[in-house]
């Protein structure tokens, strides 16, 4: 269930803090064709990385020169897709890719706009699943892969930029201007390579509360780092344009997920274990990365929640938890709602099918009004519905 005003609030206070960046939301934390009408209505761009996100992206309205095209590994299709329709940016992942790009944009008579992913290995505080900076990571090219790249643009392919993602819940808005120093300092080598204003795409990453303890950084901290950032980068190497993809901080905190508790049993040291009709298949995270999350009951909220409990899936799995250290009232049982916050982002998009069980429904929730944006699918593969 998404809160469709805590969407355009979070918005809202990306445009106030980056009023003169590029903002583009990240499509894989979550995209339904609600969402992608609004980034097209605000004039956002978005982040794609599969032809999927794209269509989607382009059938809601969201002009192709607004998509900034994404990927480690592009198919031929997103290839020539992204040049066909005119993505606004491609973001080269490896030199290859740049032959590619122009092999499709002579053969179908198009030019190509590109941002070089560029590898920073700084130290980032983050899940080691979710950091993408660093030489043991496969994403973006370190300086001398980043170099071949450049030379190699010419033609119909037109360097715009360099891009930066160094992963993702990064609760230190400091690590950004670092990491732009060291974008700036490969341009600064190259510059004659790139145009007079250069895109400096610093990625998504902003981090967001899950759990009441989590600490909240608020978007100003991000944008007065960012701005610290461009300021330094301009010295070096002249006028930049920024752009911000962020994802979950957009749409984690607008989104809970509404369970029902099927089963409880005695678990171990006098923590009982709840079972619900979920789990793993619409919330990987805490299987993933270890992800904490809080429950509450539905219709009991504001009773004391002070007994622990383990929340746990409907899966085959050991390590299907829903919520692992959960507080809820001693006689929480079968048949109530129990209510997981802070599920928005990349819950609904890391959705799976396991066991073939349905893939829940998502409701919009706005002005005292829901409405179901998309369906239940309990369709049965290979079978249809
Ligand atoms: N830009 C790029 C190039 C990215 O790779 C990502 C995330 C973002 C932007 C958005 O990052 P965000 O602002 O949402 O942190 N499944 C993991 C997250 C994987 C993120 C991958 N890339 C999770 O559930 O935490």
């Not at 590029?22 to 609600?34: G, I, N, Q, T």
């Not at 400096?200 to 902003?206: N, W």
């Not at 005695?266 to 789990?279: N, Q, S």
Request: glycine letters at 8%.
């Amino acid at each position: 269930v998404v809160d469709a005003a805590h969407i355009n609030a979070r918005m809202d206070a990306f445009e106030q803090s980056f009023p003169n960046a590029v903002r583009a939301y990240a499509a894989k934390a979550f995209l339904v064709p609600a969402l992608a009408a609004a980034v097209a209505e605000r004039g956002w761009w978005l982040d794609v990385v599969s032809a999927g996100e794209a269509r989607l992206a382009l059938e809601m309205g969201v002009p192709a020169e607004h998509l900034i095209v994404h990927g480690n590994y592009k198919t031929p299709d997103e290839v020539l897709l992204a040049v066909v329709r005119g993505a606004g940016r491609v973001v080269v992942d490896h030199p290859a890719e740049v032959t590619q790009l122009a092999e499709a944009a002579r053969l179908h008579d198009r030019e190509v706009d590109v941002l070089l992913r560029l590898n920073v290995d700084i130290d980032v505080e983050t899940h080691p699943k979710v950091r993408t900076a660093g030489s043991d990571v496969h994403f973006g090219m370190v300086v001398s892969e980043a170099a071949s790249a450049v030379r190699a643009a010419t033609g119909p392919v037109h360097l715009r930029g360099v891009h930066l993602h160094l992963g993702s819940q990064l609760r230190d808005p400091d690590v950004y201007p670092a990491a732009m120093e060291a974008v700036a300092e490969f341009v600064e080598v190259h510059r004659a390579a790139f145009p007079d204003v250069v895109d400096l795409d610093v990625g998504g990453g902003m981090a967001v509360p899950y759990v009441r303890s989590d600490p909240v950084v608020p978007v100003g901290d991000y944008a007065a780092a960012i701005e610290r950032g461009a300021y330094e980068a301009e010295r070096m190497i002249g006028p930049v344009r920024i752009l911000i993809e962020p994802g979950r901080a957009i749409v984690a905190n607008a989104g809970v997920t509404v369970y029902r508790i099927g089963v409880r049993k005695p678990g171990p040291e006098g923590v009982p274990f709840l079972a619900v009709d979920g789990g793993i298949s619409d919330n990987p995270r805490p299987a993933l990365y270890g992800a904490e999350y809080e429950a509450v009951l539905a219709r009991r909220a504001d009773e004391p929640h002070d007994h622990p409990f383990r929340v746990v899936g409907r899966h085959c799995e050991t390590g299907d938890t829903v919520v692992p250290h959960a507080w809820l009232p001693a006689d929480a049982d079968h048949g109530e709602l129990l209510v997981v916050p802070a599920t928005g982002a990349y819950g609904f998009s890391m959705a799976s099918r396991y066991n073939l069980v349905s893939r829940p429904p998502v409701i919009f929730v706005e002005s005292g009004r829901e409405r179901v944006v998309v369906e239940r699918d309990d369709s049965l593969p290979g079978l249809g519905a």
